[in-house]
């Protein structure tokens, strides 16, 4: 057997082994966060309370500029999470409320469970999936593409997510360009607006 050979056999039947020892790994949240997420907590230390999210049981305000509220139960707020691979997130729509184009580091599953809005994702190709959903209806967003929720409804909404990473990150397309540090000038070219209309929406998200 050579030497590559020896280090991948070895690496995956460590991996095998860590799966088999570990059955969790919750996250130490005083520890600062890397790149696969927290240092797992003492499990002396650990209690019921660490595999457990109430956070969901009401909703949040929708009184901001999009009308929404995205309630995100991610391994920092989470931290029984931390390691498997999943997080989760409640958003609230009020009437005419939207979840703007936005994108994360992984794939993402809706379910409907009030209301009725609009959801889709533009692909790399810029063609758009959308439909609108019912109560009950379920959708995928595939990992990295830009995709939005919007109420078209006469009452508040309501839907669950689920996301294939315990810090799937959470960029807001409107948010990064025009609540940033991102220069006006080198905005107007990006977008191809001109300087009246950015330094409008820059004041709209309280960037002025």
């Known amino acids: 057997m050579n030497n590559l050979a ?16 570990s059955d969790y790994c919750v996250g130490d949240l005083n520890l600062p966060m890397g790149p696969a997420g927290y240092a797992c907590k003492n499990p002396n230390n650990v209690i019921v309370d660490d595999f457990i999210f109430t956070g969901f049981r ?20 989470y931290p029984g999470l931390n390691g498997l691979g999943i ?3 409640r958003l609230d729509f009020a ?5 703007p184009l936005h994108t994360h580091r992984t794939s993402e599953v809706l379910i409907l469970i009030k209301g009725r809005i609009i959801a889709g994702f533009i692909d790399i190709n810029n063609m758009a999936y959308y439909k609108t959903l019912e109560v009950g209806d379920v959708m995928i ?3 990295g593409l830009l995709h939005f929720q ?11 997510v689920s996301l294939n990473s315990a810090n799937p990150g959470f960029q807001v397309t409107s948010s990064a360009l025009f609540a940033g540090n991102l220069p006006a000038e080198l905005v107007e070219k990006t977008v191809l607006l001109d300087h009246a209309q950015v330094i409008k929406l820059r004041k709209l998200f309280g960037n002025i």
Do not use: D, M, Q
Request: aromatic share 14%.
């Open 95 to 99: 009437v005419e409320g939207v979840i």
């Open 150 to 160: 919007a109420n078209i409804g006469r009452k508040p909404a309501l839907a669950f």
């Open 6 to 21: 020896f280090f991948i056999t070895f690496s995956l039947l460590a991996s095998l082994f860590h799966a088999i020892v």
């Open 58 to 77: 009401v909703g949040g305000p929708t009184n901001n500029i999009f009308k929404n509220n995205a309630n995100l139960a991610f391994a920092n707020a």
């Open 87 to 89: 997080s989760l997130g």
């Open 141 to 143: 967003f595939p990992e």
